[in-house]
């Protein structure tokens, strides 16, 4: 069974800039999540979808950071303007259900933000 | 908030020796995770213990669940310097888990 696939892998950019990151869920699980991972600290959850509806957003700065899930499978999160403080490893996991909290992670996107 | 703190931050030990990691959160939950993360594989969960539940294994590790003092330990018996990894707990609830901001596990050869 094929895992979490996230790019790219790693990522540099200047400040105000604008940046991407992928993610395609194991085929068939109807949750996908958003993480943001500060080093040093736990993933926070950035946003988390029920097929292709936002179940919950609410730690997501709307401001700078949209994200979506077309169809229902897989997503792309966007960084429009970066700030230095933006810079961590975002993860992208899924889960086969809402309800089922066991979640596979992706190998994250690793952001500098210079 | 419902976020599970570890403890101790960072533990040191050598190999074959136990290590235990605990985890302390603040609300109600349905359910309790542990997760490794390693340069090597990632983030990967571990085990589940629900709330009605006090104590599960899988393999060479045992979870415990105290909801009354809202506190849960990961034992890691024997340990392997493969172990060596920060372990997170995510407290369940409504369907969203939220993590801990880990302990690091070293395990020396």
């Known amino acids: 069974e094929a895992g979490v696939a996230q790019s790219p892998r790693y990522k540099i950019i200047e400040k105000r800039q604008s940046v991407a990151f992928w993610c395609n869920p194991i085929s068939g699980h109807a949750t996908l999540y958003w993480y943001q991972q500060i080093l040093g600290q736990g993933p926070k959850l950035l946003i988390q979808?029920?097929?292709?509806?936002?179940?919950?957003d609410s730690q997501l700065p709307k401001d700078r950071f949209s994200a979506e899930r077309l169809k229902g499978v897989d997503s792309t999160l966007k960084i429009q303007p970066a700030k230095l403080e933006d810079s961590a490893v975002y993860l992208c996991?899924?889960?086969?259900?809402?309800?089922?909290?066991?979640?596979?992670f992706g190998p994250g996107t690793r952001l500098t933000v210079l | 908030s419902q976020q599970g703190e570890e403890d101790p931050q960072a533990l040191s030990i050598q190999e074959g020796e136990n290590a235990t990691m605990n985890c302390s959160y603040k609300?109600?939950?349905?359910?309790l995770q542990w997760y490794r993360q390693n340069s090597g594989r990632g983030l990967v969960h571990l085990i589940l213990i629900r709330s009605n539940e006090r104590e599960k294994h899988s393999g060479r590790l045992r979870v415990t669940l105290d909801t009354s003092k809202k506190s849960s330990s990961l034992l890691i018996t024997a340990s392997r310097a493969a172990d060596t990894a920060s372990y997170f707990c995510?407290?369940?609830?409504?369907?969203?888990?939220?993590f801990g901001d880990g302990t690091t596990l070293t395990v020396k050869p």
């Open positions: 996991a899924s889960s086969l259900l809402f309800s089922s909290y066991e979640q596979f």
């Open positions: 995510a407290t369940g609830y409504a369907g969203k888990s939220t």
């Open positions: 609300t109600s939950i349905n359910n």
């Open positions: 979808f029920q097929n292709n509806g936002v179940v919950d």
